[in-house]
């Protein structure tokens, strides 16, 4: 093998989190190595996560507006659905990022290591590349080694009717039935993909809602729209058995309204994610990792090794990536000398359904279990012009007050774009507005920003402009 190499700076994985820490930590003037098994850097965000996954979502909202425009006037007839073409524009613009941060990392002169990475002591990691091992010593380290597909024990696997949600990004057929096994954000949006491009979904959840950290009233528009379009939706539902079968797969399901034995043609398995903590030599290092795999790490993002840091999921809930660019950053700065912390007030959620769901902040779900006194100003889009110009009257925006102070505590929001909307309200969070701010600040009408107005009106008394 090569000769050792030596590096100031060390970060395993290249997500979100490690390229975000990597060009972080070089900008600052740091020698950084990026270590990653795959051959193009992104981690799971960019080759198996947000980003295709959001490309599909497109396709999926437009094909879902064109059947309900004839309503406007306008009828676009059945689409035709060419796989092949879908997966290539969405592989196209994975590899438009992939490629633009291979490019950023060369300009930062960060050398990536392509292998996988075990630690064998405090300040060292040998990788198994194709070349055979190479081992590289660092002063300080970067755990950003991600997560993985939770696995359902009793699914069998090996069978290519059953899918992850990397399996389902890679769009091999449209089952006529599809099993989603997960009503979280990750099934909801497959189950939204696979439905526009002609499947009878069904989803079934162990929990007595679907996106079970959101408010029940910002999702209850969803889950009206998609009982109205998918097969069934079965909430408190556990599947216990997936049978491999020439007809398809046999499934059984356990709950007090499980359903009976039925035969699908293709399931996904979206029961979650898993941190990476334990597949990475960690107690070589010295670094502790909890018995489901996470490593614990203070407000620096220090692990219990003081030279040795961690980011992004492998920490901890939220599994997202703006968490893990954020916490990133955080690590770079704190290794190169600056009294970086990690403080965001909160961090946005988003399910880019349709209609989108999104929320940040204190929920009323959290407010009542915890005590908290809040108070509420609404604005349904039923009201909403622009909303209604779009063909939709089901969205919600709500934003929840401190009772004395007025400052914004939490905001929810249901419709198209709610995840672009969310952003405003996280700024109204991280700079303490207070519903006068978004009550007096103008906005642009029409718009569906205007509804954060509106319902800072609505608390306020003042609203008038119901448009
Ligand atoms: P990861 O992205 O998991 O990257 C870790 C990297 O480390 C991987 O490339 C892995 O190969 C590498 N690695 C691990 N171990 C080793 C080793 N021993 N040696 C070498 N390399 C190693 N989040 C959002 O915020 N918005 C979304 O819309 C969104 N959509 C999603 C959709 C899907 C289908 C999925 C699965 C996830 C989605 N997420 C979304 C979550 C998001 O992808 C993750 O939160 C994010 O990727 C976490 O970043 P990370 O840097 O912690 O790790």
Request: proline share 5%; with cysteine; hydrophobic share 45%.
């Amino acid at each position: 093998s090569d000769a050792d190499i030596e590096t100031e700076v060390l970060v395993l994985g290249s997500g979100p989190g490690g390229y975000t820490a990597a060009f972080r930590a070089a900008d600052l003037g740091k020698k950084v190595v990026l270590v990653e098994r795959h051959a193009v850097i992104g981690g799971v965000c960019l080759n198996v996560g947000c980003i295709p996954s959001k490309a599909l979502l497109h396709t999926a909202q437009v094909i879902n507006e064109a059947a309900e425009f004839a309503e406007h006037g306008v009828s676009f007839g059945k689409p035709k659905i060419d796989l092949d073409a879908i997966r290539a524009y969405k592989d196209g613009i994975i590899g438009k990022l992939t490629g633009g941060l291979a490019q950023l990392a060369k300009q930062r002169k960060v050398r990536i290591v392509h292998g996988e990475g075990r630690f064998t002591s405090p300040h060292t990691l040998a990788v198994e590349t194709a070349e055979g091992s190479q081992l590289i010593r660092f002063q300080q380290a970067i755990i950003a080694a991600g997560s993985r597909v939770a696995k359902l024990p009793f699914v069998p696997w090996d069978d290519p009717r059953v899918m992850d949600s990397t399996d389902a990004l890679e769009l091999q057929e449209v089952p006529k039935r599809l099993l989603v096994i997960g009503g979280g954000i990750i099934g909801l949006e497959m189950a939204t993909v696979y439905h526009a491009l002609g499947a009878k979904v069904t989803v079934v959840e162990l929990a007595d809602g679907l996106i079970p950290g959101a408010d029940r009233d910002i999702v209850r528009p969803l889950e009206k729209r998609i009982k109205a379009r998918y097969e069934n939706i079965f909430l408190k539902t556990q599947v216990t058995t997936v049978e491999p079968g020439k007809k398809g797969l046999l499934c059984r399901f356990k709950g007090d309204k499980a359903p009976a034995e039925d035969v699908f043609d293709r399931v996904l398995v979206a029961v979650g994610r898993a941190p990476n903590g334990k597949l990475i030599g960690a107690e070589a290092a010295g670094v502790a990792v909890d018995e489901r795999g996470f490593i614990a790490v203070d407000s620096q993002q220090r692990t219990n090794v003081p030279h040795i840091f961690a980011i992004g999921d492998i920490v901890g809930q939220p599994m997202l990536a703006h968490k893990a660019t954020h916490e990133g950053k955080v690590a770079a700065e704190v290794i190169a000398g600056q009294k970086a912390h990690f403080d965001a007030r909160t961090i946005p959620s988003v399910a880019y359904t349709d209609p989108e769901v999104a929320w940040m902040g204190l929920t009323e779900t959290e407010a009542k279990a915890q005590g908290i006194a809040y108070e509420k100003g609404a604005f349904p889009w039923a009201a909403s012009g622009r909303s209604l110009s779009l063909g939709r009257d089901e969205g919600l925006t709500k934003v929840l007050f401190d009772p004395d102070t007025h400052r914004v505590l939490g905001a929810g929001i249901v419709g198209p774009n709610a995840g672009e909307l969310i952003a405003e309200a996280v700024l109204a969070l991280e700079m303490d507005a207070e519903a006068g701010d978004l009550a007096l600040a103008v906005h642009p009408h029409p718009t569906l920003s205007e509804t954060l107005n509106f319902a800072a009106e609505a608390y306020e008394g003042t609203i008038t402009d119901l448009y």
